[in-house]
């Protein structure tokens, strides 16, 4: 009956009480080996519960299974196949001896976990021995052969569908950086298991927390039977009978097999040797989860402890062996695959971590040196820093608190940060706090002594630091390395020249503290200088050792997004008051610059009349077309830099344009900003710039013209007559832009940042500033502190909502308010960055800070342009959506081709004079070479059943001909498949008729989420 030889393998999973698979042992190999899955011969167990809940597990299928999976799961075997049933589809059963001894058929009929079929002309070759064990066992009333009808009812387990698990319920009751059991049911990828919670049994998707391994792909390949066993045994089988093993062969074996499958997406590179890696140690094992949090999709995130693999771990993905690259001590599943190579580091999932990030990252850095696996080609970023001395001298650039400045080495050039040695300086202020008294009073000191001079710097100690909310670069949790030196000035001439410590200036002053070091902690070389000087400032009852309050800083800053109508009412006076001194707080581009009038007790955005320098590259927004980086942008920026930052100057303000911005003439000292960047070649008149008109105009076009004809950097390649060509080329095409003529759609690159059905998402231009800019001003506020406006907002409001996903502060706008008790408000929200909405209180949300109440929503509302899909009350919508989200999520780039634009009237009463559109899109994968609208975002739900198409009426069907004819090709494919809404036929014949609803299922999809 035997139908091949004896091979030899690993159990690799148990999927059920009689069913195990078994794959080929590859000591060495990084991929996985050939597998079969196999049912014990002449054996029947119960039968587990489909995962979705539809059916239920039979009494004591569970026990059964787990009692094969811990008996075999991991372990050396030999196995061959006995028969396989025709009828059966080719199903193969085979005997399996785990160890090279211990029959695994036989155990389970011993411990009463299975029954032996009936006997006919196809059974085990042990079938004698099997139905002795089992009339064993049924006289012991062993596992199933129980007589207790209590204990029968209780071997059934609840079978909980997967989408009744509640992620949030189970952090919030286990408690975050708690750890559950848990056993691994699957592995999707690398960094994604699907388990099995203890000792609920609750079905859970896990994501690895702060890793993520290459994907396996976005939709992954329908289901098929392994095609191969493991390779044949060596020597005498281990059977209970002598008689030799059977000549077999892997090539024969793997031949006889099912046909690979093939998959409409490959994996991503190294993206199997994850999955491998992470199944080899995790697979049908006992683990433990550490939570950390839910993702925005409601997915459980957590860390992973693996026990140590039964078998030695492969070989690294490049050649290098296992053990050197995840020792078999490592016991956390994310620290493993970052040591091997497999996995980069995600940053959202690095702050869910109530621990350990840290050394995740320098297990990254390390592979990446080390070039492990994903790595292997890994080429480090060029570095343009020199090697730092402890000693230089430099000009000190920037003071960015009373205690920290920023000097460049006069010999490398380097900009260093510097941190004065062992003392503190009350703390600046951020946009959401107020500065520490006289924190101010200390960095306009060090201001005024030192910008521009040239100091000595003496390195002392590093110290690793944690930053608060909105001091310095980093996140709040993140450690940063702080270099701390002393540095000195020579001040005076001649016989009066003088060294002064600046720490010391400060002190004595009353501008700054000595810090109290602990005995073993590194401190200033000048320390009993500093104590000193300490000492006297307290004594002469100096700055914050006096008893007086400091004057509080009060400035009008029309600088800041959405203040144009106030800058614009100071115009008058600032014309009227000539030549007024000023402080250049900020440099924002080569010819734009922040100043501060003492005098008007205004700060304002300006920039010299008629200069423009070359602009860094600009990502698409709100309309507007992408803009490339402009040569010398960068040395434009430094040259600013370097003479103006924080330096005292003479401005002159001439008129304002519509932004806000000022312009006229500005001198930082003899130097006339405007003039001195025309003069090195880092910007040029604006071509519609008047000398004639302009004060200092004609002064502007000298210095122009000499760096013109010395073809100085913006001009090294000037050709004036090819320039005039290029500009008229340019009016042309702008001209034919305006006039919307063409009949070119609009292109864009996009994200979908939220998915709502299949017929609703959110679109964020990428690369868009703007984002960026939102996030890094959230970062810095701390708005757990501070209070809930104290009336209650109305629909349209702006204002800032914690999100219940991620427990962040997000930018949103109140859609709905229920405000029937005033004092305890809650109100339906649209965060307006992302197109995600929530339910939340009152005490979640705060005001919006005017400067980011300024920057529209970056989230903008879009459709599939010519379809409809179901939605999720009704049949296929919450796999039309969950599809869609395959498609298109992860922040995905695609390319966007806009084929309509609705104007949305009901949504425009609500939120402000002017309605918001809806945006109907074509979607295509961004790195795609031609335009195939059969593979189209559009086209795929199309093919896949799960939408129909809607055929535009008028003047569109025409302009949009090539696109429908590749939607009406795949509509009818999936019409003569009859898959998805065509299963039974045409769902509707009216193109806008709606589809079936759900016969007692629950409406639901999937909720959108940032990405």
């Known amino acids: 009956m035997a139908s091949g030889g004896w091979m030899r393998g690993v159990v690799k999973e148990a999927p059920s009480g009689d069913t195990v698979v078994v794959s080929a042992a590859k000591p060495g190999s990084a991929l996985p080996g050939a597998e079969k899955r196999l049912t014990l011969s002449s054996l029947v167990a119960p039968k587990l519960g489909r995962r979705d809940g539809s059916t239920k597990d039979e009494p004591f299928a569970w026990q059964s299974r787990e009692f094969l999976r811990k008996f075999a799961v991991g372990k050396p075997c030999v196995f061959r196949v006995d028969y396989a049933l025709e009828q059966a589809g080719g199903k193969e059963f085979g005997s399996v001896f785990v160890n090279d001894k211990e029959n695994v058929a036989l155990a389970l009929v011993t411990a009463g976990w299975a029954k032996v079929r009936a006997p006919s002309d196809k059974q085990s070759p042990f079938y004698d021995h099997l139905v002795k064990a089992q009339e064993d066992a049924e006289g012991k009333g062993l596992g199933l052969h129980t007589k207790d009808s209590d204990a029968a009812a209780a071997g059934v387990r609840d079978v909980f569908a997967a989408d009744e698990f509640d992620a949030a319920g189970l952090v919030a009751r286990i408690g975050k950086g708690n750890t559950v059991e848990a056993i691994v049911e699957q592995v999707n990828s690398g960094s994604m298991l699907r388990a099995t919670l203890l000792p609920d049994l609750q079905s859970a998707t896990v994501m690895l927390a702060g890793v993520q391994c290459p994907s396996m792909g976005r939709r992954p390949p329908p289901t098929a039977a392994p095609s191969a066993a493991a390779a044949p045994a060596e020597g005498e089988p281990a059977t209970a009978p002598t008689a030799g093993a059977a000549p077999g062969s892997v090539a024969a074996l793997v031949a006889a097999g099912t046909p690979a499958v093939s998959g409409e997406a490959q994996p991503e590179p190294f993206a199997r040797e994850a999955r491998y890696f992470t199944e080899l140690r995790t697979l049908n094992r006992e683990v433990k989860v550490t939570l950390e949090g839910v993702s925005q999709f409601g997915v459980l995130v957590g860390s992973v402890q693996f026990p140590p693999p039964a078998s030695a771990p492969p070989a690294a993905a490049n050649g290098t062996s296992a053990a050197a690259a995840a020792p078999a001590a490592e016991q956390d599943l994310a620290a493993a695959l970052l040591r091997a190579g497999l996995a980069r580091t995600a940053e959202w999932g690095l702050n869910m971590m109530s621990a350990g990030a840290f050394k995740l990252r320098e297990l990254e850095r390390a592979a990446k040196q080390g070039k492990v696996g994903m790595w292997h080609n890994y080429v480090p970023a060029v570095s343009n820093s020199a090697k730092l001395s402890d000693k230089f001298v430099g000009t000190v650039l920037e003071v960015t608190s009373g205690d920290c400045v920023i000097v460049k080495d006069k010999a ?473 989200w395959q498609l298109v999520g992860g922040n995905r780039r695609l390319t966007a081709y806009v084929e309509r634009r609705e104007r949305l009237v009901a949504a425009g009463k609500q939120w402000g004079q002017q309605a918001p559109t809806k945006l109907h899109l074509t979607l295509l994968d961004s790195g795609s070479d031609e335009e195939d609208y059969a593979q189209s975002i559009n086209g795929q739900l199309l093919t896949a059943g799960l939408a129909r198409l809607l055929e535009p009426k008028g003047p569109q069907a025409s302009e949009a001909a090539e696109v429908l004819q590749a939607l009406r090709e795949c509509q009818e494919g999936a019409r003569r498949k009859h898959v998805g809404v065509f299963e039974y036929g045409d769902p509707d014949s009216d193109d806008d008729g709606g589809f079936p609803t759900l016969a007692g299922k629950p409406a639901g999809g999937r909720g959108g989420g940032r990405r």
């Not at 980086?629 to 344009?657: I, N």
């Not at 405000?819 to 929530?838: Q, R, S």
């Open 412 to 884: 490398s050039g380097v900009e260093r940060r510097v941190v004065l040695s062992s003392i503190r300086a009350p703390r600046m202020g951020t946009r959401d706090r107020q500065p520490e008294p006289w924190a101010v009073e200390g960095k306009e000191f060090l201001r005024q002594r030192l910008i521009g001079k040239e100091v000595s710097v003496s390195m002392e100690y590093n110290r690793k630091v944690t930053p608060m909310v909105g001091e310095g670069p980093g996140r709040p949790g993140d450690e940063r390395t702080m270099s701390f030196g002393t540095v000195t000035i020579n001040e005076g001439s001649g016989a009066d020249q003088k060294v002064n410590n600046v720490a010391e200036l400060l002190l004595v002053r009353g501008l700054a503290q000595v810090v109290r070091h602990r005995s073993d902690e590194e401190r200033s070389a000048h320390y009993e200088d500093l104590m000193n000087a300490e000492a006297q400032g307290k004594a002469g009852k100096k700055g914050q050792w006096s008893s007086r309050e400091p004057p509080k800083p009060h400035s009008n800053d029309v600088s800041l997004p959405g203040t144009s109508g106030r800058a614009k009412q100071h115009l008058p006076f600032l014309q009227r008051a000539g030549k007024v001194p000023a402080v250049c707080e900020y440099v924002l581009s080569g010819h734009r610059i922040k100043l501060h009038i003492p005098k008007e007790g205004v700060t304002l955005a300006f920039n010299p009349s008629g200069v423009r320098c070359p602009q860094r590259g600009m990502a698409a927004s709100a309309g507007r077309p992408a803009t490339e980086e402009e040569p010398y942008w960068e040395d434009a920026l430094r040259f600013t830099r370097e003479h103006c930052l924080q330096r005292d100057c003479e401005v002159e303000v001439t008129s304002v344009d519509r932004a806000g911005n000022f312009q006229g003439t500005v001198r930082f000292g003899k130097m006339n900003l405007g003039v001195a960047l025309l003069e090195a070649g880092l910007a040029k008149l604006h071509p519609s710039f008047d000398p004639y008109s302009t004060p200092g105009g004609q002064e502007l076009e000298a210095a122009q013209a000499k760096a013109r004809s010395q073809k100085l950097k913006v001009w090294e390649k000037d050709e004036p007559e090819a320039a005039a060509a290029a500009t008229e080329e340019e009016e042309s095409a702008a001209a034919a832009a305006s006039g919307g003529g063409g009949g070119s759609r609009e292109k864009m690159e996009v994200v979908v940042s939220d998915v709502a059905d299949a017929n609703g998402i959110y679109v964020q231009v990428a690369d868009e500033a703007r984002v960026s800019w939102v996030a890094e001003q959230l970062a810095e506020l701390s708005l757990g502190e501070s209070a809930a406006p104290s009336t209650p907002l109305k629909a349209g409001d702006k204002c800032l909502a914690l999100s219940s996903a991620d427990k962040q502060w997000y930018r949103a706008a109140v859609e709905r308010a229920f405000v029937a008790d005033p004092t305890a408000p809650k109100y339906d929200v649209l965060f307006i960055d992302f197109g995600n909405k929530e339910h939340i209180t009152g005490q979640q949300v705060r005001p919006m800070p005017p400067a980011l109440a300024a920057v529209p929503g970056q989230a903008q509302q879009a459709c599939l342009a010519f379809i409809k899909a179901p939605g999720v009350e009704e049949e296929h919508g919450v796999e039309a959506a969950q599809y869609l």
